[in-house]
């Protein structure tokens, strides 16, 4: 009996002295259905609000987002009194019931109205039945606009249409009609073409036509009149004389005469608008025809100087007059490098805007179509004075292999142009990264911004034509962000509104309220990246920033 009643005493006042320490430390108050935490000494005790300071069961109270609680456990059994385990002191936690969204949630989805009326097959009266919600605007020259929610179209939709079977068929119907009128679409444009090509066209000069009349395109077509005159005067050379020097010059005109052609196709073609097929647009359409220009070159060019000189040193014959081949060769030679200094003063104009020397203009291949009319005609220009020199030679000593020498030589030089050709143009098409300096200016500038802690991955390709793609993954300085979030508050309401929380469905109401603004708020800390990196680097036009 002494023991027990002894043991009883002792439990007494061991709670005793946990009851004055919790009293001699304040209470902070606390919201229904939330606790507060002390720490005394070694302790840590949980105190409910409006419940006695200490608990002697350790439990965990999951509450959902209705209120209702539920205890998941308890330790201790029915018959075990608070004198039996006096210093078992557990916690008791507030955790909000996890909601199972499923493999598929799309209640919370905003759509446009384009996507509701083509989708769901609505008319734009019936969205003005539907709530309507201002979303900040992923495009520059907006900031923000209309969406809806994807349950209140899909709810419509089904009201205006029955049922799921009547609105597929409907996109069906709508599918056919859409496939037939682009045939129909198609079938008028070639009919106005027709017309206009019986009638004459007396539409203004469009914006494709208009490109080669200045700059690259000028260029081309310049180079593509002169190269034929110039085949045409050495074919007729080289039927007179039978010269394998005047053969191979004249196949090397007829080659850049091609592929000038070839390049003009590609000028034009890059000039299409991006569709959604192509979004990134067409130009690199330009380094396509001068990847084939630069093969052709080779295929054309330096096989068939190869091949007539080789079959000129196996198989000589003496050559006829020369004086008509050399007075062809000296017109060409005037030609060829009035074309090569048009090219040469455009490129040094372009070089000069972009800030580049104008040896590495041409060797990172910064306008392809100038660049192959460059060096077709540099080639060209060397390759008249070859075959002049050769067809000299064999002049004077009567020796026809000198004259296949020069075939093989301008064989050479030709195969070299190709090769340089393709190599450059190869590299662009693959995406190679831009200059250091530039992609240190655009690091430099991420980093200083205070919104921004780290930067990753960071990869700026040159998509070619002097379009730059960035992107980078960003690690944002989440207090940075709330704190502007905040100041654009009213912190004297805010503090209000956060004081009339009483209950756990307000708390979680005022969290989801804040907490998608600030999500806005980060987005338009995105935008704001993106559009200082497109201001301060011109030639960047496409950037991807990935949140961390």
């Given at each position: 009996?002494?023991?027990?009643?002894?043991?009883?005493?002792?439990?007494?006042?061991?709670?005793?002295?946990?009851?004055?320490?919790?009293?001699?430390?304040?209470?902070?108050?606390?919201?229904?259905?939330?606790?507060?935490?002390?720490?005394?000494?070694?302790?840590?005790?949980?105190?409910?609000?409006?419940?006695?300071?200490?608990?002697?069961?350790?439990?965990?109270?999951?509450?959902?987002?209705?209120?209702?609680?539920?205890?998941?456990?308890?330790?201790?059994?029915?018959?075990?009194?608070?004198?039996?385990?006096?210093?078992?002191?557990?916690?008791?936690?507030?955790?909000?019931?996890?909601?199972?969204?499923?493999?598929?949630?799309?209640?919370?989805?905003?759509?446009?109205?384009?996507?509701?009326?083509?989708?769901?097959?609505?008319?734009?009266?019936?969205?003005?039945?539907?709530?309507?919600?201002?979303?900040?605007?992923?495009?520059?020259?907006?900031?923000?606009?209309?969406?809806?929610?994807?349950?209140?179209?899909?709810?419509?939709?089904?009201?205006?249409?029955?049922?799921?079977?009547?609105?597929?068929?409907?996109?069906?119907?709508?599918?056919?009609?859409?496939?037939?009128?682009?045939?129909?679409?198609?079938?008028?444009?070639?009919?106005?073409?027709?017309?206009?090509?019986?009638?004459?066209?007396?539409?203004?000069?469009?914006?494709?036509?208009?490109?080669?009349?200045?700059?690259?395109?000028?260029?081309?077509?310049?180079?593509?009149?002169?190269?034929?005159?110039?085949?045409?005067?050495?074919?007729?050379?080289?039927?007179?004389?039978?010269?394998?020097?005047?053969?191979?010059?004249?196949?090397?005109?007829?080659?850049?005469?091609?592929?000038?052609?070839?390049?003009?196709?590609?000028?034009?073609?890059?000039?299409?608008?991006?569709?959604?097929?192509?979004?990134?647009?067409?130009?690199?359409?330009?380094?396509?025809?001068?990847?084939?220009?630069?093969?052709?070159?080779?295929?054309?060019?330096?096989?068939?100087?190869?091949?007539?000189?080789?079959?000129?040193?196996?198989?000589?014959?003496?050559?006829?007059?020369?004086?008509?081949?050399?007075?062809?060769?000296?017109?060409?030679?005037?030609?060829?490098?009035?074309?090569?200094?048009?090219?040469?003063?455009?490129?040094?104009?372009?070089?000069?805007?972009?800030?580049?020397?104008?040896?590495?203009?041409?060797?990172?291949?910064?306008?392809?179509?100038?660049?192959?009319?460059?060096?077709?005609?540099?080639?060209?220009?060397?390759?008249?004075?070859?075959?002049?020199?050769?067809?000299?030679?064999?002049?004077?000593?009567?020796?026809?292999?000198?004259?296949?020498?020069?075939?093989?030589?301008?064989?050479?030089?030709?195969?070299?142009?190709?090769?340089?050709?393709?190599?450059?143009?190869?590299?662009?098409?693959?995406?190679?990264?831009?200059?250091?300096?530039?992609?240190?200016?655009?690091?430099?500038?991420?980093?200083?911004?205070?919104?921004?802690?780290?930067?990753?991955?960071?990869?700026?390709?040159?998509?070619?034509?002097?379009?730059?793609?960035?992107?980078?993954?960003?690690?944002?300085?989440?207090?940075?962000?709330?704190?502007?979030?905040?100041?654009?508050?009213?912190?004297?309401?805010?503090?209000?509104?956060?004081?009339?929380?009483?209950?756990?469905?307000?708390?979680?109401?005022?969290?989801?309220?804040?907490?998608?603004?600030?999500?806005?708020?980060?987005?338009?800390?995105?935008?704001?990246?993106?559009?200082d990196l497109k201001q301060r680097n011109p030639d960047v036009r496409h950037v991807d920033l990935e949140i961390l």
């Amino acid at each position: 009996m002494m023991p027990a009643l002894a043991a009883q005493r002792r439990g007494c006042r061991g709670l005793y002295r946990l009851y004055l320490r919790c009293q001699a430390a304040p209470l902070p108050r606390a919201c229904h259905g939330w606790q507060a935490s002390m720490k005394s000494g070694s302790l840590s005790y949980v105190i409910p609000y409006n419940r006695l300071p200490v608990q002697l069961m350790s439990q965990v109270r999951v509450y959902t987002s209705n209120g209702q609680k539920k205890d998941l456990g308890s330790e201790g059994t029915n018959g075990s009194t608070p004198q039996e385990t006096p210093h078992k002191v557990g916690t008791v936690k507030a955790v909000l019931k996890k909601r199972e969204y499923g493999p598929k949630y799309t209640q919370n989805n905003f759509i446009t109205g384009v996507r509701a009326i083509n989708e769901f097959c609505l008319k734009s009266s019936d969205l003005d039945q539907l709530r309507k919600i201002k979303r900040r605007s992923p495009h520059d020259d907006t900031e923000t606009f209309t969406v809806y929610l994807r349950s209140d179209v899909e709810a419509k939709s089904l009201e205006v249409w029955g049922s799921p079977e009547a609105l597929a068929r409907e996109r069906k119907r709508r599918k056919e009609a859409e496939i037939k009128y682009r045939e129909n679409l198609f079938r008028n444009q070639r009919l106005l073409r027709e017309y206009k090509e019986f009638f004459g066209n007396t539409k203004p000069r469009s914006s494709a036509a208009a490109m080669f009349f200045k700059g690259p395109g000028k260029v081309v077509m310049v180079a593509i009149c002169i190269n034929g005159l110039n085949f045409f005067f050495k074919l007729l050379a080289w039927v007179y004389t039978g010269s394998a020097s005047m053969f191979s010059e004249a196949i090397h005109s007829l080659a850049d005469t091609c592929n000038q052609a070839l390049l003009a196709l590609g000028i034009s073609q890059s000039a299409r608008t991006p569709d959604p097929s192509h979004p990134y647009g067409f130009t690199n359409m330009r380094y396509i025809a001068s990847l084939i220009s630069g093969v052709g070159i080779f295929m054309m060019g330096a096989g068939l100087s190869w091949y007539h000189g080789i079959i000129g040193l196996l198989h000589p014959h003496p050559i006829e007059s020369l004086l008509w081949a050399y007075c062809i060769l000296a017109g060409s030679l005037v030609s060829e490098g009035a074309t090569l200094l048009v090219a040469i003063n455009e490129i040094r104009r372009s070089a000069r805007a972009k800030g580049l020397s104008f040896y590495q203009y041409v060797v990172q291949s910064r306008d392809p179509s100038t660049n192959v009319v460059l060096l077709e005609d540099a080639a060209a220009v060397l390759s008249v004075a070859v075959a002049a020199t050769c067809m000299g030679l064999t002049s004077l000593t009567g020796n026809p292999y000198y004259d296949s020498v020069g075939s093989l030589g301008v064989g050479t030089l030709l195969g070299t142009v190709s090769a340089f050709l393709i190599y450059t143009n190869t590299e662009a098409l693959l995406g190679r990264s831009i200059q250091p300096e530039q992609l240190q200016r655009l690091t430099e500038l991420l980093e200083s911004d205070p919104v921004v802690r780290a930067i990753h991955d960071v990869k700026a390709t040159d998509m070619g034509m002097s379009k730059v793609r960035f992107k980078a993954e960003v690690d944002f300085d989440g207090r940075v962000v709330t704190r502007s979030y905040l100041e654009k508050q009213d912190i004297e309401l805010l503090l209000q509104e956060i004081q009339q929380v009483k209950t756990l469905e307000e708390l979680e109401a005022f969290m989801l309220k804040h907490g998608e603004n600030i999500v806005d708020t980060l987005g338009a800390e995105v935008d704001r990246l993106e559009k200082d990196l497109k201001q301060r680097n011109p030639d960047v036009r496409h950037v991807d920033l990935e949140i961390l």
